[in-house]
């Protein structure tokens, strides 16, 4: 009974220190929700305000100004650059997954080996071949780069899924005749469809939140949502509620697809070796 | 009759080695060529602004940034925030991860809550702590601390780098969190009790039985890590620019002020040169850490 108690009590105490905890950690994405909700007075005062009444008229001033461009061109290049990663990297996959080639080990080493090349290492050449081949301030310049930095992820990420498919049912399917593309589409496909989830999962927040790239590579046309943040670097106190509002929705969907896909978010991190 | 084995081997091994092919071949052209232009750049002196200065120069870039105090303040500082920031964002995300393992109530609230900082984009989070919280005008942090005789102190200003490598810790104990909690997880509970009826204190079975259990995923989150924030470029960017002086600029940085600011496409060539030097040191360790970890899974 007293030991229960005990148990009980130390329960509560250790729930109120990983609240607190916690807390500490989620509260700046708390105030940038509360600033984004505030009038810019409100949220460029001195105190600062903590009592208002709510309001969306940043979101509509964010929302109806120059911002929609910006979210287009993240959402085109995250979009698009996941899918050719699908696309190249299950067939990739598959070959280092279920019938090893010769040097698998050494493929996958190269795969990964270049996921960290420091970025530093190929701006300069990158910027330049863009500069030449008019590709620069082009959304296809970003669909190209970020295709690239998130395929090795795939590639590894997709073969820790095909690893765990029994192997028996490829050589039944081959048995009866199956080709390689009616293998992978009615197979494969079915069989991993959380594998292709969590790759997708973690090109999107790469991709999404890249910044390095895109602001050395575009400028206004093809410019993605981190640039527009930039624009308010110098702002002096002079538009905090727009700029909670701004991040506040570029942060969305990735924050948004990151907590409902919560389970595929470690395994996509540690590219499969972690599950 | 043997010939012929021989060459539907062969056809077999290169139906089996196709699907492999394209994703190799993309990989290959869109990180290999640009790596080998920038290592054949950095033997060359050119400034994109002065057409025709395009000429070889041996290794005067390389000489030239032996003996300049801006690469030994950028490598510097890369070392210091990458091993700050990972130290102290390991710490931090074992303990999380282990108030989280325990019976603790809304454990599942807790961690959602505890991985936005990570989700957050880079950009948007810098720009939140730096305008909204850090401020020594307007912010919050500052008003909050005014009792503490410590008021309208710009942090950013007075401590850049402590700032900068908050705001990753911030942004990198989450992750670290993660991948420390499901290690946890696999922990049989049983193997916990049982050093508790043999008399062992609560310090001890952390010591004795947790941390072995936990020691490869710590590995591998750290490892992991140091490799993303060797790169660290958003929230210096967004933070301080750099400065004041040189006091956060690091690699990648340097190379981007090089770059597109000095536009000497020489020099910055011969930093990211550096930049691979480095992570190659960081990455031998870091792959050979992920490659254990698969090497016990396949096994299996």
Redesign the interface.
């Known amino acids: 009974m007293i030991g229960a108690l005990a148990a009980n009590r130390k329960r509560i105490l250790w729930s109120v220190v990983g609240w607190v905890v916690v807390f500490v950690f989620f509260f700046p994405v708390l105030w940038m929700w509360l600033e984004a909700l505030k009038t810019e007075p409100q949220a460029a005062s001195s105190p600062p305000t903590i009592f208002f009444v709510p309001t969306l008229e940043e979101f509509q001033t964010v929302l109806g100004g120059d911002f929609p461009p910006f979210f287009i061109n993240s959402a085109i290049a995250s979009v698009v650059s996941t899918f050719l990663v699908l696309v190249l990297g299950l067939p990739a996959a598959y070959a280092l997954a279920i019938r090893p080639v010769k040097r698998t080990q050494d493929m996958l080493f190269f795969f990964i080996s270049t996921r960290f090349l420091p970025f530093a290492a190929s701006l300069v050449p990158l910027y330049l071949l863009a500069r030449d081949l008019q590709l620069l301030d082009n959304i296809f310049a970003l669909i190209l780069i970020y295709t690239t930095i998130n395929l090795p992820l795939g590639v590894w990420l997709l073969r820790s899924f095909l690893l765990e498919i029994p192997i028996d049912l490829f050589e039944a399917a081959r048995v009866d005749g199956a080709t390689f593309r009616h293998e992978i589409l009615r197979i494969v496909v079915p069989l991993i469809a959380p594998g292709l989830a969590a790759t997708s999962l973690i090109c999107l927040i790469f991709s999404w939140n890249e910044f390095f790239y895109a602001v050395n590579l575009t400028s206004s046309v093809a410019a993605t949502a981190p640039i527009f943040l930039v624009s308010f670097i110098s702002g002096r106190g002079l538009f905090y509620a727009k700029l909670a509002a701004a991040a506040t929705l570029a942060s969305l969907p990735v924050l948004l697809a990151g907590w409902i896909a919560q389970k595929q978010l470690i395994r996509g991190l540690t590219m499969g070796a972690v599950k | 009759m043997r010939g012929s084995a021989a060459s539907l081997s062969r056809r077999e091994?290169w139906?089996?080695?196709?699907?492999?092919i394209?994703?190799?071949v993309?990989?290959f052209l869109?990180?290999?060529?640009?790596?080998a232009?920038?290592v054949y750049?950095s033997f060359f002196s050119w400034n994109l602004l002065q057409p025709g200065s395009f000429r070889f120069a041996g290794l005067d870039n390389y000489a030239a940034l032996l003996t300049n105090e801006s690469i030994r303040t950028a490598v510097w500082n890369t070392v210091l925030l990458t091993v700050s920031v990972i130290a102290i964002s390991v710490i931090l995300g074992l303990?999380?991860a282990m108030?989280?393992n325990?019976?603790?109530?809304?454990k599942g609230i807790?961690?959602?809550?505890?991985?936005?900082?990570?989700?957050?984009?880079?950009?948007?989070?810098a720009?939140?702590?730096k305008?909204?919280?850090l401020?020594p005008?307007?912010?919050?942090l500052p008003?909050l601390l005014t009792p503490f005789g410590l008021s309208r102190i710009d942090w950013i200003g007075r401590a850049p780098m402590a700032t900068v490598v908050a705001v990753e810790v911030?942004r990198w104990?989450?992750?670290m969190m993660?991948?420390i909690l499901?290690?946890l997880q696999s922990q049989n509970p049983e193997v916990l009790e049982a050093a508790r009826v043999d008399g062992a204190n609560a310090f001890q079975a952390f010591r004795r039985i947790t941390l072995p259990l936990v020691r490869p995923?710590i590995e591998?989150g750290a490892l992991?890590g140091s490799?993303f924030v060797?790169?660290t470029?958003?929230s210096i960017?967004?933070l301080t620019?750099g400065g004041p002086g040189e006091d956060t600029t690091n690699?990648?940085f340097l190379?981007?002020i090089v770059?597109?600011q000095g536009f000497s496409?020489g020099q910055?060539?011969a930093?990211?040169?550096i930049?691979?030097i480095?992570?190659i040191i960081v990455?031998t360790f870091?792959?050979r850490t992920?490659?254990s970890?698969?090497q016990v899974?396949?096994r299996r």
């Not at chain 2, 869109?30 to 790596?35: A, D, E, K, L, S």
């Not at chain 2, 325990?102 to 809304?106: A, D, R």
Request: glycine share 4%.
């Open positions: 091994s139906a089996r080695r196709l699907p492999l394209p994703a190799f993309y990989v869109v990180t290999q060529i640009p790596f232009l920038t750049y303990a999380v108030l989280l325990s019976e603790v109530f809304g807790m961690r959602t809550l505890m991985i936005a900082p990570f989700l957050i984009m880079p950009t948007a989070g720009l939140v702590w305008d909204t919280l401020n005008l307007f912010g919050l008003y911030w104990t989450p992750f993660l991948i499901a290690g995923f591998l992991l490799l060797v790169q470029f958003d960017y967004m620019y690699i990648p190379l981007y770059a597109f496409i910055a060539s930093i990211g040169v930049a691979v480095i992570t990455a870091a792959l992920l490659f970890i698969f899974e396949a």
